[in-house]
């Protein structure tokens, strides 16, 4: 029973197999993509196929596309989506690629054509909308500019006449706008009106869907041109890019006048006249409109090149179109499924088109490129099992663009045939047997096992016997039964049989195994009634006499029907379930008499039979069918199911009822085309299946496809269209209707069928008759559909009401008539001439400013005017149109009657009295006009009083009428009627005359209340007079009154509250009072100031700006003024990170230092790369303003701080290794990340160079696979992130060991004699051992004479040797036979190759020979090495060691002995016993010698360190290896601190010899060494250098800056500190001080303040007043105090005298004042210094060596006067500026002293490695920066000086003793006439001291030595230096302090090592040390450097400035 669901499975598999199908795409992507990174993209795959295929993407290297969180999803329906992001998140390897899609079955596997994506990041944009000036009546044209970053994915979707009038794009515009397709809008016969709407364009992003509408234009009018304009073609598409059965629309815009028409024309190719395109439609498809030239469905005859030609009566202009028409690439790949034979020939074809666009062709199996598949043909022959699989077709063209098609390939079904099979046998039991059966087919067969015809299990209770199945590559099955100790009752026939759906084959044979009869239990069989039952006795034993079978104790047969054959089967035919059921007994019986016997049982099953239905008629669509499957006869139990066309049906689409196990209904509810189809009732049992199968057809009523009328369509044109039906079953009737009536053919309709789904409706030409509806009707037995389609045909307008002239009275309404008919319904416009004639019009539309509410027009076309008036009165056109035809219009005149009119009915005429009064009135109205005055009822006429006067005139509106009264008095006022009459009518005027007198000024202005932005004033009336108002006037001081703001107050007032009003400001206010007779004069002016206010505006100009990764400078300007509303005093500043958009601004104050009230900020300890948001807030002395709008701004990219995580490493062959690591946290990478660098080397550096640096690859990939390694070898890999700014840090270093491989050859081998039959062979290890040694192989071959090789039989085998063997004595050899060795040595992974072969003879002699080989050792010191020499020979040897030629004893006690075996050990090895070493043996036979040569690794010395430049922050290092001691370096330690610091360590790698030290702190001293590490130790540390970064503390301002810096006031004083020198440093902070001058009281101003703030006012000062100020400024590198005095200036504002000065600071003793107590205490100091001097002196007289120092004394005396003569010479040569001083006399100039260099330089005093490069110093006023910058302190030290006779080969040093302060000196060093190398030193000492002003403070010039062969330049060969002689005392000792320089920086620090010596004790060396600088910059080289850090604010790294204590003058030093 064990083997049923093996069958199951079986059964399952073949059924699923036999319903593979290929995947076949269903959605295949776009060839490209291009998404918006704001919305994202997706690319959608779908596939079909059995199994259901899988969708996977492919990434542009052929690997999966796998998520990345955050940025690609794969969904499961196999949509790639790419989120979006932001812009600083885009990855060239997501967004800007290729994919493929790849679908995947277990029949095969396809790919997609590659899809280009591309991630356009959203970038804001404008669109400007322009227009091109057009002549009145004619075309404007207008145009939408977009800019060109956009231009691609943004159309213009319509254009907007202000406020919401919308142009959309169309073929042929509305007969005034017309829309181009391209975006260009047309307006025609442009009139004055159409240059008052603005117009703007709408665009529309096609990623985004972004709408952005552009700026307004006006369209500019040309001044009408009588004389023709030629046409200019303004607009044309020069070519136009479509694809195939699109729509193309070609556009030629032209403007002239008269309006141009325009004609199209095709030009062919063959060089013949162009042809015309008439306008309307040509082939149904070219349509010609205007500038439009539209074809519908473009296809390749299209293609060519066009000509729109404009013409009209001044011109014509043309322009030349192309048009180009791309066939998409298609492939059709046949036959799409092909089933082949095996071992037959398969053919694919593969059409691909079009032939001109196929740039080539591949081929792909399952995904994978075809080897050689290039052609459009395939062949695939012969056909194996591994051929079946999918074949895709790929054409690619020119352009990349890619398309595919698939086909599957499958083997046909062949049954199957046994390739193998088993033989009877016969056996004893207990030994194991094998049977094994072999089958080929298709589908794969399955094998099944029967021993005797019943099934086997896969094994038995036993465990005895096992069945294996297995499928081999090729598709062969093989199969096996493995029965392991047969015994007896194993035997029987086995058989096997090899089943498939095509069929089956079997073999049977029997296995007999010796022994009793055996019969195996029978299971239970099942017979079949009605059919034939065999049955094989399952017999046991060997060898079997007889088999028999009973029932019922009766041997068998008993009938007919039954046989019983010799092997023991029984048959029964015609089997019947009554009397063949039941037990049978089976007996087996052999020679001897023994017997067994077994019963078995046999029941017999009916299978069933299914009762035969039908039905009898085919089924509509919707109705219901059932059937009825009944088995009348099987034994239960039944299974009843039903299928349709062989598959089973689904519950989901019908309706199974089982009745009762016999019966089963099939219920359909609604048939559908669906069901069509073969249903069957299939009924199974035990015994049998059958089916009984019947046809259900369902009629399908037709289906229409949707047809419709082109558009446009006019009277005169022609149309078709075609009626299709899409589905239904035949027959169909098809026929047509119009309006519900059958249409009849005439001449001008036809109906036409085209085929037996196709009906054409053809009208010739259109008539308005043959608008209406038109009706498809499609029948058939199903059902009867229509489809209806609108058919409008286009009809000219035609008048129903022409307008005509009309008359009307004033102020009455009139209607004109004006009607219109045609199709569509035309639209009626009116328009009115401009003026009194007809010709130029404007149109009448709703809602006109013009005519507001005074005119109408009615539904019908007619216009209603309502109380006309003369403005009315003109010509007007009625104009209909529908787009069809030209249109149509009449002009008609309308006529306005008019009786005189007033405008107005009464008004009031004001004049003062005595002054001419005029009395005037407009009347209007049809002439002539007669016009009286009357003043009551009597008539005013100039004959009635002198004073009278009347006159007339026209006007425009008229006539104009005055009257005038000169010399008005008080009787003249009243009232004075005009009367004005005409043929129309009558009407009269009210004039009211007035005579009145001005009033007095206001008084007594004052301000009772004052806010921020109020104020309340009141007056006093001037006199009780007639006030009609007041007007205050106010304004802000300084302007002028003509621009004051004025207030209208009634009479009865007297204050007024003036607001709003700007805080903070001064105000001038003034009232003036308003009579009836005119204004007063001002009142005097009343100045107030507001109140102060917070700010009310923000800070603007708000920028950021990024430094660094970690700094911004904020920067912004003060709020304007008029919303400052006070003094600012202050601002705030806020800054937050951009993402944490909840969290609030991190605010710092900031003070106003500046005039402008400008400010800055720098904020450091920012976040690398990130985004902030910074907001300014201004502050006054009421409180803080509003925050400016967030400004952001990101920090800029820097490197990584952390290294990749989760760094992993495999080996995946002998030579390469995969490293895969994960990216580092998105916190730590601060910026964009471009990639991967790996590092990696071999961990054995013992077989590297020290030098080589490591190797290195970069990716951008997670994983990368290392090539070309070398095998088994380990390495160390290292991994770092990459930005835009550089490689972040390495992680730890992981190692990673490669495969093992083979070996190499045995490096060495030999083979001696070690005795008469005796060989001795040794050999050395691989040199390369690539692993493990697991072993070695000794190979031996045997020549005959005649160095024939022996036969294989006498040849010994090879020889296995553990792994520690080196030799092998072979015994017993044959002698005088010649013998060939060779060795191979193993690993685990294999033998490697053999060495070289050896041959040697065994004799009788035996001579001296060493086995062991020579060879070069390499070994660590202090270690113990032990050299070898085995050596064999008879008779005995003798051995002997030697060392070059010195022979060597075996002494013990030595450290070099030979031991008892021979061999030579060295204990604590050192240096010393490198050399070559030899071992002799020699005997009577013969001698030998091998050479050992012994290199000691020792520990490496110390490096050479060397200063290459600095900047402020940092220090270039170089340096240079010294002697590596034999073993290669690892690394370096360099160590450095500040001065009096703490020491700090940096390791660096082995590979580089210089090294930039960063973050150092400014103008700070550091002292540095290094050490080397090797392999066997470290080095000493190298010499200690020190060096000092750029920079010093703050130096001064210049003097000519002192009235810049101090402002004083009379009370106050202003300090401003922004021009402050920094040294190179910058500034941290100031503290200021004052005090009255003669006081000892400093008043703190700016005390312990940490913000630098630059600007001060100091209050509270006496006017005329002296004071003393004082300012300490800070920066990293110290402080410096400079004091400064300022006057204050009197309460008047004036200079103070200095008599006022001196009576305000009062008189003080002289003994108080320490600038006279001092001077004098120093004089008196002096005197008795000069005594003791003398009295020393005299004494020392007749000392020798006093003597000696006198001598010296007036040797420099001599020399001074010879160097003045030098000074003078050189003055002269060096053409100084004319500015310069030259000094008057000898005593104005020191003297020098010379010094000369010792000749012997003891050992102590060796140079050091950074004596390379030299420094010379020449001292200058430290004011500028540039190449005048000084070098720092530390350059100063002098180590070790000692003054003595005599000079060394032309080098000398020399120490110049400079001017301290105090002394009047100044030096020059000249050059001499014979010397010309002196001329550099006149150069850079004599030009640049002699335009210093300030003493210098150091104490002494260094000069490097000169020599003739070093690399180095000196400035001078032979310098002499003199000590300098100045006026007063002479300072001569270096020891001596100098006054105002603190101890550090007169001589060497204690950590020197060096004490202060004077001039007479000092020793001088040749190998002084000099500062380290690097070279000498050139002129150029300064000014380029001087501009660099003027622009950069940054230290030169050739320059150090550092300045001098309490502003003293300062040395500068260049580097050479």
């Given at each position: 029973m064990r083997v049923i669901p093996c069958l199951l499975f079986v059964l399952l598999a073949k059924d699923v197999r036999g319903e593979a199908r290929g995947p076949v795409f269903v959605l295949e992507p776009p060839h490209k993509l291009d998404f918006s990174n704001s919305s994202g993209g997706w690319l959608d795959c779908s596939a079909a196929g059995q199994p259901a295929p899988m969708i996977t993407w492919l990434a542009a290297d052929g690997s999966p596309a796998m998520e990345v969180p955050g940025v690609r999803r794969i969904l499961l329906n196999g949509t790639l989506v790419l989120l979006p992001f932001p812009a600083a998140a885009f990855r060239q390897d997501v967004h800007s690629t290729t994919y493929r899609c790849l679908a995947e079955n277990s029949a095969g596997r396809v790919v997609s054509r590659t899809v280009q994506v591309r991630a356009v990041v959203s970038q804001a944009y404008q669109a400007l909308a322009e227009a091109v000036p057009a002549v009145r009546g004619c075309t404007a044209i207008l145009r939408c500019v977009l800019p060109s970053f956009v231009k691609e994915f943004v159309r213009i979707v319509s254009w907007l006449q202000e406020p919401s009038f919308y142009i959309y794009p169309s073929l042929q515009g509305d007969g005034k706008f017309h829309m181009l397709p391209t975006g260009e809008l047309l307006i025609h016969g442009v009139d004055s009106n159409d240059q008052y709407p603005s117009y703007r364009c709408r665009t529309m992003h096609r990623l985004t869907r972004q709408v952005v509408t552009s700026s307004s234009t006006l369209i500019r009018i040309i001044p009408e041109n009588r004389m023709p304009v030629p046409p200019l073609i303004v607009e044309h598409s020069a070519t136009v890019h479509v694809v195939q059965d699109e729509g193309a629309v070609l556009v030629c815009a032209a403007q002239g006048c008269p309006a141009p028409d325009i004609r199209w024309y095709r030009i062919p190719t063959s060089g013949r006249q162009p042809l015309s395109i008439p306008s309307g439609e040509v082939g149904g498809r070219a349509r010609a409109i205007g500038p439009l030239l539209a074809l519908e469905g473009a296809g390749p005859e299209d293609a060519g090149m066009y000509r729109c030609s404009a013409n009209n009566s001044a011109g014509a202009a043309g322009a030349e179109l192309r048009l180009v028409v791309s066939t998409p690439l298609r492939v059709n790949l046949s036959p799409g499924v092909q089933t082949v034979e095996l071992g037959a020939t398969a053919e694919f074809h593969c059409d691909a088109g079009p032939e001109e666009a196929v740039a080539g062709?591949?081929?792909?199996?399952?995904?994978?490129?075809?080897?050689?598949?290039?052609?459009?043909?395939?062949?695939?022959?012969?056909?194996?099992?591994?051929?079946?699989?999918?074949?895709?077709?790929?054409?690619?063209?020119?352009?990349?663009?890619?398309?595919?098609?698939?086909?599957?390939?499958?083997?046909?079904?062949?049954?199957?045939?046994?390739?193998?099979?088993?033989?009877?046998?016969?056996?004893?039991?207990?030994?194991?047997?094998?049977?094994?059966?072999?089958?080929?087919?298709?589908?794969?067969?399955?094998?099944?096992?029967?021993?005797?015809?019943?099934?086997?299990?896969?094994?038995?209770?036993?465990?005895?016997?096992?069945?294996?199945?297995?499928?081999?590559?090729?598709?062969?099955?093989?199969?096996?039964?493995?029965?392991?100790?047969?015994?007896?009752?194993?035997?029987?026939?086995?058989?096997?049989?090899?089943?498939?759906?095509?069929?089956?084959?079997?073999?049977?044979?029997?296995?007999?195994?010796?022994?009793?009869?055996?019969?195996?239990?029978?299971?239970?069989?099942?017979?079949?009634?009605?059919?034939?039952?065999y049955i094989k006795c399952p017999v046991a034993g060997y060898p079997i006499e007889d088999i028999r079978w009973e029932r019922n104790g009766r041997e068998l047969p008993v009938d007919l029907r039954q046989k019983v054959f010799p092997n023991g089967t029984l048959a029964i035919r015609h089997v019947q379930k009554p009397t063949d059921a039941g037990m049978y007994t089976c007996t087996a019986r052999n020679k001897q008499g023994h017997s067994s016997r077994r019963n078995g049982e046999i029941t017999v099953i009916v299978p069933p039979k299914i009762s035969p239905f039908s039905v009898e008629r085919s089924f509509h669509l919707g109705e219901r069918a059932t059937l009825t499957c009944s088995v009348v006869r099987g034994d239960p139990p039944l299974v009843i199911t039903w299928l349709r066309d062989g598959s089973t049906l689904s519950p989901s689409t019908v309706s199974i009822n089982q009745v009762d196990p016999f019966n089963s209904i099939l219920l359909i509810e609604s048939l559908s085309p669906e069901h069509n189809g073969n249903y069957s009732c299939r009924a199974s049992n035990q015994a049998s299946t059958v089916?009984?199968?019947?046809?259900?057809?369902?009629?399908?009523?037709?289906?229409?496809?949707?047809?419709?009328?082109?558009?446009?369509?006019?009277?005169?044109?022609?149309?078709?269209?075609?009626?299709?039906?899409?589905?239904?079953?035949?027959?169909?009737?098809?026929?047509?209707?119009?309006?519900?009536?059958?249409?009849?053919?005439?001449?001008?309709?036809?109906?036409?069928?085209?085929?037996?789904?196709?009906?054409?409706?053809?009208?010739?030409?259109?008539?308005?008759?043959?608008s209406g509806d038109y009706t498809c009707v499609a029948s058939n037995l199903a059902a009867v559909v229509r489809f209806t389609a609108t058919l409008s045909v286009k009809v000219p307008p035609k008048w129903v009401v022409e307008p005509v002239d009309t008359n009307a009275p004033r102020g009455r309404h009139v209607m004109i008539q004006c009607q219109a008919d045609g199709v569509p319904t035309p639209t009626v416009t009116w328009k009115k001439a401009r003026g009194s004639k007809s010709g130029d019009y404007e149109e009448l539309r709703g809602g006109s400013s013009t005519w507001g509410a005074q005119y109408k027009l009615l539904s019908n076309g007619s216009l209603l005017l309502q109380h006309v008036k003369e403005d009315h009165e003109g010509f007007y056109l009625c104009q209909a149109s529908n787009g069809i035809g030209e249109g149509i219009g009449k002009v008609i005149q309308l006529h306005v009657n008019s009786a005189p009119y007033f405008a107005v009915q009464s008004k009031l005429v004001s004049v003062r009295k005595g002054e001419t009064a005029e009395l005037k009135c407009d009347v209007s109205g049809d002439a002539p006009i007669n016009v009286v005055w009357l003043k009551g009822k009597e008539i005013v006429a100039a004959s009635s009083n002198y004073r009278y006067n009347t006159k007339q005139e026209m006007i425009p509106s008229g006539v104009s009428f005055t009257l005038q009264i000169m010399s008005a008095e008080g009787s003249d006022a009243g009232s004075y009627y005009?009367?004005?009459?005409?043929?129309?009518?009558?009407?009269?005027?009210?004039?009211?005359?007035?005579?009145?007198?001005?009033?007095?000024?206001?008084?007594?202005?004052?301000?009772?209340?004052?806010?921020?932005?109020?104020?309340?004033v009141q007056w006093k009336p001037g006199s009780a007079g007639d006030v009609t108002q007041y007007f205050v006037q106010y304004l802000q001081e300084g302007i002028p009154w003509d621009q004051a703001r004025v207030n209208t107050v009634s009479g009865g007032a007297h204050s007024i509250v003036l607001e709003p009003l700007q805080p903070a400001t001064r105000y001038i206010v003034r009232v003036t009072a308003q009579g009836p007779a005119g204004r007063s004069a001002p009142s005097p002016d009343l100045r107030f100031t507001t109140q102060a206010q917070k700010p009310a505006g923000p800070p603007l100009q708000v920028s950021v700006t990024a430094l660094s990764s970690t700094t911004v400078v904020i920067s912004w300007s003060p709020p304007r003024q008029e919303l400052q509303h006070g003094t600012i005093s202050g601002y705030n500043v806020g800054v937050k990170l951009a993402s944490g958009a909840s969290n609030g601004f991190n605010f710092t104050s900031v003070p106003v230092d500046t005039e402008e009230g400008r400010g800055t900020l720098l904020v450091s300890n920012l976040r690398k790369f990130s985004r902030y948001l910074v907001v300014v807030q201004a502050i006054n002395q009421e409180g803080a303003g509003p925050l400016s709008e967030p400004v952001a701004a990101t920090t800029l990219e820097d490197v990584p701080s952390k290294p990749p995580q989760d760094v992993r490493c495999v080996a995946l062959s002998p030579q390469s290794i995969q490293v895969s690591w994960q990216p580092p946290p998105s916190a730590n990478i601060h910026g964009l990340l471009q990639g991967?660098?790996?590092?990696?080397?071999?961990?054995?550096?013992?077989?590297?160079?020290?030098?080589?640096?490591?190797?290195?690859?970069?990716?951008?990939?997670?994983?990368?696979?290392?090539?070309?390694?070398?095998?088994?070898?380990?390495?160390?890999?290292?991994?770092?992130?990459?930005?835009?700014?550089?490689?972040?840090?390495?992680?730890?270093?992981?190692?990673?060991?490669?495969?093992?491989?083979?070996?190499?050859?045995?490096?060495?081998?030999?083979?001696?004699?070690?005795?008469?039959?005796?060989?001795?062979?040794?050999?050395?290890?691989?040199?390369?051992?690539?692993?493990?040694?697991?072993?070695?192989?000794?190979?031996?071959?045997?020549?005959?004479?005649?160095?024939?090789?022996?036969?294989?039989?006498?040849?010994?085998?090879?020889?296995?040797?553990?792994?520690?063997?080196?030799?092998?004595?072979?015994?017993?050899?044959?002698?005088?036979?010649?013998?060939?060795?060779?060795?191979?040595?193993?690993?685990?992974?294999?033998?490697?190759?053999?060495?070289?072969?050896?041959?040697?003879?065994?004799?009788?002699?035996?001579?001296?020979?060493?086995?062991?080989?020579?060879?070069?050792?390499?070994?660590?010191?202090?270690?113990?090495?032990?050299?070898?020499?085995?050596?064999?020979?008879?008779?005995?040897?003798?051995?002997?060691?030697?060392?070059?030629?010195?022979?060597?004893?075996?002494?013990?006690?030595?450290?070099?002995?030979?031991?008892?075996?021979?061999?030579?050990?060295?204990?604590?090895?050192?240096?010393?016993?490198?050399?070559?070493?030899?071992?002799?043996?020699?005997?009577?036979?013969?001698?030998?010698?091998?050479?050992?040569?012994?290199?000691?690794?020792?520990?490496?010395?110390?490096?050479?360190?060397?200063?290459?430049?600095?900047?402020?922050?940092?220090?270039?290092?170089?340096?240079?290896?010294?002697?590596?001691?034999?073993?290669?370096?690892?690394?370096?330690?360099?160590?450095?601190?500040?001065?009096?610091?703490?020491?700090?360590?940096?390791?660096?790698?082995?590979?580089?010899?210089?090294?930039?030290?960063?973050?150092?702190?400014?103008?700070?001293?550091?002292?540095?060494?290094?050490?080397?590490?090797?392999?066997?130790?470290?080095?000493?540390?190298?010499?200690?250098?020190?060096?000092?970064?750029?920079?010093?503390?703050?130096?001064?301002p210049p003097l000519s800056a002192n009235s810049q810096i101090v402002q004083s006031n009379s009370t106050s004083v202003l300090v401003r500190l922004h021009n402050w020198p920094d040294g190179g440093c910058p500034l941290s902070k100031f503290e200021l001080f004052y005090k009255q001058a003669g006081s000892d009281h400093w008043n703190t101003v700016l005390g312990n303040m940490q913000h630098l703030q630059r600007r001060h006012l100091i209050f509270g000062l006496s006017p005329a007043t002296m004071y003393d100020l004082k300012v300490v400024a800070f920066n990293v590198a110290g402080q410096s105090a400079n004091e400064f005095s300022f006057t204050t200036l009197t309460l008047e504002g004036e200079m103070a005298s200095p008599e006022l000065i001196q009576k305000n600071m009062g008189q003080k003793p002289f003994y108080t004042e320490m600038k006279i107590v001092l001077p004098l205490l120093a004089a008196f100091l002096a005197v008795i210094s000069a005594a003791v001097a003398f009295c020393l002196c005299w004494k020392n007289k007749g000392d020798p060596q006093g003597g000696k120092e006198c001598q010296d004394e007036r040797d420099n005396k001599h020399n001074s006067e010879h160097q003045r003569e030098q000074y003078y010479a050189t003055i002269h040569k060096a053409a100084l500026q004319a500015a310069d001083k030259i000094p008057e006399s000898a005593e104005d100039i020191s003297p020098y002293a010379t010094f000369h260099l010792a000749e012997t330089v003891p050992r102590h005093a060796q140079p050091s490695p950074g004596s390379l490069l030299h420094s010379f110093i020449y001292h200058e006023q430290a004011t500028t920066e540039g190449c005048a910058s000084p070098p720092s302190h530390s350059v100063m030290n002098v180590y070790g000086k000692r003054r003595r006779s005599g000079s060394i080969a032309g080098n000398s040093a020399r120490l110049t003793i400079k001017g301290k302060k105090g002394f009047d000196s100044e030096e020059y060093n000249s050059p001499s006439d014979s010397d010309p190398d002196q001329v550099i030193s006149s150069r850079t000492e004599s030009s640049n001291q002699l335009d210093g002003r300030q003493r210098p403070t150091h104490n002494f010039m260094y000069h490097g030595a000169a020599s003739s062969t070093s690399s180095d330049l000196s400035p001078t060969s032979d310098q002499k230096s003199l000590p300098r002689r100045g006026k007063g005392n002479r300072n001569r000792w270096i020891g001596v302090p100098t006054p105002g320089v603190r101890p550090a920086q007169r001589a060497p620090t204690p950590s020197s090592g060096l004490r202060p010596h004077n001039v007479a004790e000092t020793p001088f060396y040749q190998s002084l040390r000099p500062p380290p600088y690097p070279s000498e910059l050139s002129e150029a080289e300064c000014d380029i450097d001087t501009l660099k850090k003027l622009k950069l604010r940054a230290s030169s790294s050739l320059w150090s400035r550092p300045s001098g204590a309490n502003g003293a003058p300062e040395d500068f030093s260049i580097a050479v």
């Open positions: 062709i591949t081929w792909l199996k399952d995904g994978r490129l075809v080897a050689g598949g290039t052609g459009r043909r395939l062949l695939v022959r012969p056909v194996r099992r591994e051929d079946k699989g999918m074949y895709q077709c790929v054409a690619r063209s020119d352009e990349g663009v890619t398309a595919q098609a698939a086909a599957e390939l499958t083997l046909g079904d062949a049954p199957p045939s046994l390739l193998y099979s088993f033989i009877e046998q016969t056996m004893q039991p207990g030994p194991s047997v094998s049977l094994k059966c072999s089958a080929a087919g298709n589908p794969t067969p399955s094998i099944e096992w029967r021993l005797d015809g019943f099934a086997l299990p896969p094994t038995d209770i036993a465990n005895r016997i096992h069945i294996g199945q297995y499928v081999t590559v090729h598709g062969d099955v093989i199969s096996h039964i493995n029965i392991s100790h047969v015994a007896v009752e194993d035997g029987g026939e086995y058989s096997c049989s090899a089943k498939n759906r095509a069929g089956g084959a079997s073999h049977a044979a029997r296995l007999n195994v010796y022994g009793l009869p055996y019969v195996r239990p029978m299971p239970k069989v099942t017979a079949v009634a009605g059919e034939t039952l089916t009984h199968t019947q046809r259900i057809t369902v009629n399908v009523p037709p289906s229409i496809e949707p047809f419709s009328f082109q558009e446009g369509l006019s009277e005169g044109m022609r149309t078709r269209t075609i009626c299709g039906v899409s589905s239904g079953d035949p027959p169909i009737s098809v026929t047509w209707l119009k309006d519900g009536a059958p249409i009849a053919n005439d001449n001008l309709v036809n109906v036409s069928t085209l085929d037996s789904f196709s009906s054409l409706l053809n009208i010739k030409q259109l008539v308005a008759q043959h005009c009367q004005a009459t005409n043929v129309y009518g009558r009407d009269q005027q009210l004039v009211q005359l007035a005579v009145q007198e001005p009033p007095a000024s206001p008084n007594a202005v004052e301000m009772i209340m004052v806010s921020s932005r109020s104020s309340s991967y660098k790996l590092i990696y080397e071999l961990a054995e550096l013992a077989s590297t160079h020290a030098s080589s640096a490591p190797e290195s690859r970069q990716t951008t990939a997670l994983t990368i696979v290392l090539q070309g390694l070398a095998r088994h070898s380990n390495y160390t890999v290292q991994v770092a992130a990459i930005t835009g700014i550089g490689d972040g840090p390495l992680c730890r270093p992981i190692y990673c060991k490669t495969a093992e491989d083979v070996p190499g050859a045995p490096r060495d081998i030999k083979v001696i004699a070690s005795g008469p039959q005796t060989l001795l062979v040794s050999w050395l290890p691989p040199s390369t051992p690539r692993g493990s040694i697991t072993g070695y192989t000794l190979h031996t071959r045997l020549l005959l004479p005649g160095s024939q090789q022996a036969p294989s039989d006498m040849q010994p085998s090879p020889r296995a040797l553990p792994p520690g063997a080196n030799s092998f004595e072979l015994n017993g050899l044959r002698t005088g036979v010649e013998y060939q060795f060779w060795v191979s040595a193993s690993t685990r992974v294999g033998d490697g190759p053999g060495s070289r072969i050896v041959s040697s003879v065994p004799s009788g002699r035996v001579p001296a020979k060493i086995a062991s080989f020579g060879q070069q050792i390499i070994q660590p010191w202090r270690t113990s090495v032990t050299l070898p020499c085995i050596a064999v020979g008879l008779p005995t040897f003798s051995r002997e060691w030697s060392k070059g030629n010195s022979l060597l004893s075996r002494d013990e006690a030595s450290r070099a002995y030979i031991t008892d075996s021979g061999a030579l050990r060295i204990d604590s090895i050192t240096r010393d016993d490198e050399g070559n070493y030899s071992c002799h043996v020699h005997n009577s036979e013969g001698a030998d010698r091998i050479l050992y040569k012994i290199t000691v690794q020792v520990p490496p010395a110390a490096p050479s360190l060397y200063i290459s430049g600095s900047t402020s922050s940092s220090v270039v290092l170089h340096w240079k290896a010294g002697d590596t001691g034999g073993a290669p370096l690892t690394g370096f330690s360099l160590h450095f601190r500040p001065t009096n610091g703490d020491w700090e360590e940096l390791s660096l790698p082995r590979y580089i010899n210089t090294y930039e030290l960063k973050d150092l702190r400014c103008g700070s001293e550091y002292q540095i060494f290094l050490t080397a590490h090797g392999l066997v130790g470290s080095s000493p540390a190298s010499s200690q250098v020190t060096v000092r970064t750029q920079g010093s503390v703050p130096g001064r």
